[in-house]
C-alpha cells in the first residue's frame, strides 16, 4: 500500500486535454513529464501560506483530507469518494481490478478531472515532480474521436532521435491500440524500465509508420533564464516542479536592477502550488494569491513577503497555461504586478485530492475550485490577457516594457 505522506495533498491535474490545449498532464497529461498538474507538496505546504487555515489542510492536519469517510458536501459533476473506495473494495475482494472499478465509477460521475492511478503510475507522477522521469520524451493529448496525437517531442529525447515530432498520431504501443485510452493510460505504456525497447506504431500526412525506441531516464530545466536587448530578462517556466519557485527568485534577483522582465507561463501546465506560490512571491510583498474551496470550506493562499514590486513586469500567457499556472498569471494580474499578454489560457482551476484505496490505487476526485485574489474562477474561462497577442507575443511585450520606461 502506498503511504499517505507521500500522496500530495490537493492536486489541478489537467488530463485528456485536446490538442488545443497545446501542452498536455502533469496531466500535463504529459508522456514527458507530469509535472503539469497543480498539486500540494505536503513537506512544503505550510510554509506557502501565511493563512492558518490553508496551512493546516496542505500539511495534511485536515481532518477530511485524511479521512475518506469524512461526511462532505459533494459539487454536481465530482464523483462520491465514499462509491468509488466501495466500488474497489468490492472488485479486489471478487479478484478483479480495484482501479478498473474506481475508473469506472469516477467516469459515470462526470468528473471531468478525476482519474485513477495504479501505485507505480502514481510513483512514476512523484518522480515527475521533481523535473524527471523514464520513457521516451513525448507529450500527447487526446484529439476528435479519442485520437492520441503527439503535442511535442523532447528534445534529444529517444523519441526525437528516432524522428517523431508534433502532430504524428500515436497508434499503438508494443502492439497494443492507444486510441479512445485515457492519457494516463497512454503514459503508463510509455512509461518502464531505462533501456527497455518500445515500438511505436504512428500516423504520419496518411502514412504509417512504426519506430522502436529505447527509454532513457529525462529531465527537464523547468526554469531558464536569458538576455534580451535593453536589459530585459526573460523568465521560462516550463512547469512547476520543486525548487522552480526559488529559481524564478533566484532569476529575478540576478536581473539587472530596475530592469524589466518577462514572465514566460506559456506551454506551462502547471505543477506544485506551493512552487507556484513560491514563484509569484517574487514579484509580491506578501498579500493574496489565490483562495480555494474543499468540500465548501474556504481556504487561502498567500505570497511571502519581501518580493520585488517595482521591477517593470510582463506575463506571458496561452492556452497552455493551465492551472497552477494561471494561479499565479491571475495573482500578478489581479494585483496590478504584472501586464498580462498573449491569449486566454487554458481555464483548469479545480482542486483534486487523493483518496487511497484499498489495492494500493490512488482515486484523484475533484472536491472544489480556485479563485483569484479579484474572486474571478478560474475553472472553464481561464485568464483573458490584458494585450491580445497570437504572433509576435515577445515583440509586443517588449513594447509593452517599453512604455513602462524599460528598453534600449
Same mark, same amino acid.
Given at each position: 500500500?502506498?503511504?499517505?505522506?507521500?500522496?500530495?495533498?490537493?492536486?489541478?491535474?489537467?488530463?485528456?486535454?485536446?490538442?488545443?490545449?497545446?501542452?498536455?498532464?502533469?496531466?500535463?497529461?504529459?508522456?514527458?513529464?507530469?509535472?503539469?498538474?497543480?498539486?500540494?507538496?505536503?513537506?512544503?505546504?505550510?510554509?506557502?501560506?501565511?493563512?492558518?487555515?490553508?496551512?493546516?489542510?496542505?500539511?495534511?492536519?485536515?481532518?477530511?483530507?485524511?479521512?475518506?469517510?469524512?461526511?462532505?458536501?459533494?459539487?454536481?459533476?465530482?464523483?462520491?469518494?465514499?462509491?468509488?473506495?466501495?466500488?474497489?473494495?468490492?472488485?479486489?475482494?471478487?479478484?478483479?481490478?480495484?482501479?478498473?472499478?474506481?475508473?469506472?465509477?469516477?467516469?459515470?460521475?462526470?468528473?471531468?478531472?478525476?482519474?485513477?492511478?495504479?501505485?507505480?503510475?502514481?510513483?512514476?507522477?512523484?518522480?515527475?515532480?521533481?523535473?524527471?522521469?523514464?520513457?521516451?520524451?513525448?507529450?500527447?493529448?487526446?484529439?476528435?474521436?479519442?485520437?492520441?496525437?503527439?503535442?511535442?517531442?523532447?528534445?534529444?529525447?529517444?523519441?526525437?532521435?528516432?524522428?517523431?515530432?508534433?502532430?504524428?498520431?500515436?497508434?499503438?504501443?508494443?502492439?497494443?491500440?492507444?486510441?479512445?485510452?485515457?492519457?494516463?493510460?497512454?503514459?503508463?505504456?510509455?512509461?518502464?524500465?531505462?533501456?527497455?525497447?518500445?515500438?511505436?506504431?504512428?500516423?504520419?500526412?496518411?502514412?504509417?509508420?512504426?519506430?522502436?525506441?529505447?527509454?532513457?531516464?529525462?529531465?527537464?530545466?523547468?526554469?531558464?533564464?536569458?538576455?534580451?536587448?535593453?536589459?530585459?530578462?526573460?523568465?521560462?517556466?516550463?512547469?512547476?516542479?520543486?525548487?522552480?519557485? !526559488?529559481? #524564478?527568485? *533566484? +532569476?529575478?534577483?540576478?536581473?539587472?536592477? @530596475?530592469?524589466?522582465?518577462?514572465? =514566460?507561463? &506559456? $506551454?506551462?501546465?502547471?505543477?506544485?502550488?506551493? !512552487?507556484? #506560490?513560491? *514563484? +509569484?512571491?517574487?514579484?509580491?510583498?506578501? @498579500?493574496?494569491?489565490?483562495?480555494? =474551496?474543499? &468540500? $465548501?470550506?474556504?481556504?487561502?493562499?498567500?505570497?511571502?513577503?519581501?518580493?520585488?514590486?517595482?521591477?517593470?513586469?510582463?506575463?506571458?500567457?496561452?492556452?497552455?497555461?493551465?492551472?497552477?499556472?494561471?494561479?499565479?498569471?491571475?495573482?500578478?494580474?489581479?494585483?496590478?504586478?504584472?501586464?498580462?499578454?498573449?491569449?486566454?489560457?487554458?481555464?483548469?482551476?479545480?482542486?483534486?485530492?487523493?483518496?487511497?484505496?484499498?489495492?494500493?490505487?490512488?482515486?484523484?476526485?475533484?472536491?472544489?475550485?480556485?479563485?483569484?485574489?479579484?474572486?474571478?474562477?478560474?475553472?472553464?474561462?481561464?485568464?483573458?490577457?490584458?494585450?491580445?497577442?497570437?504572433?509576435?507575443?515577445?515583440?509586443?511585450?517588449?513594447?509593452?516594457?517599453?512604455?513602462?520606461?524599460?528598453?534600449?
Amino acid at each position: 500500500m502506498l503511504g499517505l505522506p507521500s500522496v500530495p495533498a490537493f492536486c489541478l491535474r489537467p488530463r485528456d486535454l485536446r490538442r488545443g490545449a497545446v501542452l498536455t498532464l502533469v496531466f500535463l497529461a504529459s508522456v514527458a513529464t507530469a509535472a503539469g498538474t497543480g498539486c500540494w507538496d505536503r513537506g512544503g505546504a505550510a510554509a506557502a501560506s501565511a493563512s492558518s487555515s490553508a496551512s493546516s489542510s496542505a500539511s495534511g492536519s485536515d481532518p477530511a483530507a485524511g479521512d475518506p469517510s469524512a461526511q462532505e458536501p459533494r459539487t454536481p459533476g465530482t464523483a462520491d469518494r465514499e462509491a468509488v473506495a466501495r466500488a474497489a473494495a468490492e472488485a479486489v475482494a471478487e479478484g478483479k481490478s480495484g482501479k478498473k472499478a474506481a475508473q469506472e465509477v469516477v467516469s459515470r460521475s462526470g468528473d471531468r478531472w478525476g482519474t485513477v492511478y495504479d501505485q507505480g503510475e502514481y510513483a512514476a507522477f512523484a518522480e515527475d515532480l521533481d523535473g524527471s522521469w523514464t520513457g521516451v520524451g513525448l507529450w500527447t493529448g487526446r484529439g476528435p474521436g479519442g485520437r492520441i496525437d503527439v503535442d511535442k517531442v523532447q528534445p534529444d529525447s529517444p523519441a526525437a532521435r528516432a524522428g517523431l515530432r508534433a502532430g504524428d498520431r500515436l497508434l499503438s504501443v508494443d502492439g497494443q491500440t492507444v486510441t479512445g485510452l485515457a492519457v494516463p493510460d497512454v503514459i503508463a505504456l510509455l512509461r518502464g524500465v531505462a533501456g527497455t525497447p518500445v515500438v511505436l506504431k504512428l500516423s504520419r500526412d496518411g502514412a504509417d509508420l512504426t519506430e522502436t525506441v529505447r527509454r532513457e531516464h529525462l529531465r527537464t530545466e523547468a526554469v531558464t533564464v536569458r538576455q534580451l536587448p535593453g536589459g530585459i530578462t526573460v523568465i521560462k517556466v516550463a512547469s512547476f516542479t520543486r525548487g522552480s519557485g !526559488e529559481q #524564478v527568485k *533566484a +532569476a529575478v534577483r540576478a536581473a539587472p536592477p @530596475g530592469a524589466g522582465v518577462m514572465l =514566460d507561463l &506559456r $506551454g506551462n501546465p502547471g505543477g506544485l502550488v506551493t !512552487e507556484a #506560490v513560491a *514563484a +509569484a512571491s517574487a514579484f509580491l510583498d506578501g @498579500g493574496l494569491v489565490a483562495t480555494y =474551496d474543499v &468540500r $465548501g470550506s474556504e481556504r487561502a493562499l498567500h505570497a511571502a513577503p519581501g518580493g520585488d514590486t517595482a521591477r517593470p513586469l510582463v506575463a506571458l500567457v496561452d492556452g497552455g497555461t493551465m492551472s497552477a499556472a494561471e494561479l499565479v498569471a491571475g495573482a500578478l494580474q489581479d494585483r496590478g504586478r504584472a501586464v498580462a499578454v498573449g491569449t486566454r489560457t487554458f481555464g483548469k482551476g479545480s482542486v483534486q485530492m487523493p483518496t487511497e484505496l484499498p489495492d494500493g490505487s490512488v482515486a484523484e476526485l475533484t472536491v472544489g475550485t480556485y479563485r483569484t485574489p479579484a474572486g474571478r474562477s478560474l475553472d472553464g474561462g481561464g485568464i483573458t490577457p490584458d494585450l491580445a497577442a497570437g504572433d509576435g507575443v515577445e515583440e509586443r511585450a517588449v513594447q509593452v516594457l517599453g512604455g513602462l520606461g524599460v528598453g534600449p
